[in-house]
């Protein structure tokens, strides 16, 4: 692996004034339904309310450190990577600019804003990243790309650094995987810090665009928009960066959307939690995975964020699954 | 008042080995908004998930100190003090039976049949209020109730009594007030631990029994089941106890459904955390208190429980209230 422990720890050292060291969860509740331990790393109480803004304060703090501060930061998302970019280049007094789609969340949008950044809006998510490519090219201006980065995938493998500082014994590590920076990051500080525990990634089986890479041995894209309510893990590849991490898993899952909805209901439900539907995917895969388990196992999983609109609420509580307890 | 800050002291030590001394939270984005200091004491983060697990496990923890252990214990409730009474019996080894109507959310009856107590359905609150009372009968049965007991309310207080050594220079502080206990706790660790903040008392519009009793100093009761949200406040009317201590608030808000339903989505938001309808009241009365104040306030709510059932969850989030930024 090209990075190791060292990186994920410097960046941990950048990032510590800006950036929470959130807490374990874990629920006795939970742990009795399936007879192992489970420990929460929750990024969902997060600065931004996600694992990103790990991956954005490393980065422009890498920037300023190796002297390349930049005058404009700009960026292209949806989702948590435009808070993500907006509030790292607000701790440095960067002016960012971030462009988003028309269709984004408009709580998103809304908190992309009140970090100080110019957002643009755009009818496609085509038309957002020709224009993040076009501003890009401007001199002193950096674009933060979502995953495919080393100081992004460094900094987004703090949280786990974290937690294997947090819970002793960690046999095993589950992250939900969209772009396969989280995921990435995590394996580098899991092998690091931990060479006998397991590793996993965890897709939506309805955008499984990495497990499909991993199967036929190079990078596949999705054809489409994909069809899921994990709106984190829609990407449509992951980078050349990342996919030589993800070929190093201990396995790869992909969960079903029932499944899914399941455990975002059942995760809120135990630990009191706003989670994203994206959090619940390596829940199930832990279920699975521990279905093959003699022994008692201790099992790490990154609670990815807490960023949820209305209209995805409404998708997820649809029907009423906490009549059903878990089963081993 | 009848009791005092030693009884919460002392209230404090019986539960510490028991229940959680929970986080306090805040919102840096909630206190721009609204341009004052916000601070949420996270009972939603207790045992069983509510605040009430302090009471009930102080009051079977000070049966055994003062030489009443029973050998039965018993409760009624379709809600937290079901799980909260059953959590506390098990604590000290005690078999418990809790009288539920039928009507009670499956997730309260699981956790509290979870608890290892028995439950005992019945099809209305009248017939299951009547059960309770030929149980209690028996010699060596204990009938722990909701909230109009000394005990109760000094396990109740110990929230806020911690509070205020999690967070300096509090101004005032807002609680729930459904019959009272968490209220009354409240205001005597409030005066007791700083005299000059104030203390206030919040209930739905639709359930607003102590209002009226305050107004008309006597206890009124609701003439039939409030058609409110915030279960955790329909009780039909406070008791003897509790009214004593409520007279002595600094004043009682009445929150209508709408705002009740804004700020649950707006505190799930902000704060990420699941939070039951009963916890938003408080908050709207905290924004309209504020708005009568010209200084910068520091204030303390109490987030009681994040116990919601999925039809409930649907009808919080049937409208999209998150697009309305808060305002001051």
Redesign the interface.
């Known amino acids: 692996m090209k990075l190791g422990l060292k990186d994920i720890e410097k960046a941990k050292e950048r990032i510590v004034p800006f950036v929470h060291n959130t807490?374990i969860l874990s629920s006795t509740?939970l742990n009795?339904y399936l007879g192992h331990e489970i420990f929460f790393k929750a990024e969902?109480?997060q600065k931004i309310?996600a694992f990103k803004a790990r991956g954005g304060v490393n980065t422009v703090a890498w920037l300023l450190e190796t002297g390349q501060k930049p005058n404009h930061i700009v960026a292209n998302s949806s989702g948590n990577h435009a808070q993500a970019v907006a509030y790292a280049a607000k701790q440095f007094g960067i002016p960012a600019t971030v462009f988003m789609p028309e269709y984004s969340s408009?709580?998103k949008i809304?908190?992309t804003r009140?970090y100080g950044a110019e957002v643009i809006l755009s009818k496609t998510r085509d038309i957002t990243d020709q224009k993040v490519r076009e501003a890009a090219q401007k001199k002193g201006t950096y674009w933060v790309p979502p995953f495919n980065h080393d100081q992004v995938i460094c900094g987004q493998g703090t949280a786990v650094y974290e937690a294997f500082h947090q819970v002793k014994d960690i046999d095993a590590v589950f992250t939900p995987c969209g772009g396969g920076g989280l995921t990435s990051g995590s394996l580098i500080a899991t092998r690091g810090l931990s060479p006998k525990a397991k590793m996993f990634g965890v897709e939506p089986l309805n955008a499984n665009d990495a497990a499909e890479s991993l199967r036929k041995g190079s990078i596949q894209r999705l054809s489409g928009i994909p069809d899921t309510l994990a709106d984190g893990a829609m990407t449509m590849a992951v980078g050349d960066i990342t996919f030589e991490y993800l070929k190093q898993l201990d396995g790869f899952y992909e969960i079903n959307e029932d499944d899914l909805v399941y455990w975002t209901?059942w995760l809120?439900?135990l630990?009191?939690?706003?989670i994203e539907p994206t959090c619940a995917m390596p829940m199930e895969a832990i279920r699975q995975w521990l279905r093959t388990q003699k022994t008692k196992q201790r099992v790490l999983m990154v609670i990815s964020g807490?960023n949820v609109?209305?209209?995805t609420?409404?998708k997820i509580?649809?029907?009423?699954?906490?009549?059903q307890?878990p089963q081993r």
Chains 1, 2 share one sequence.
Request: proline share 6%; with cysteine.
């Open positions: 807490p509740l009795e969902n109480f309310g408009k709580v809304q908190a009140s209901q809120t439900h630990l009191k939690c706003r807490g609109d209305q209209p609420t409404l509580w649809e029907n009423d699954c906490l009549t307890i």
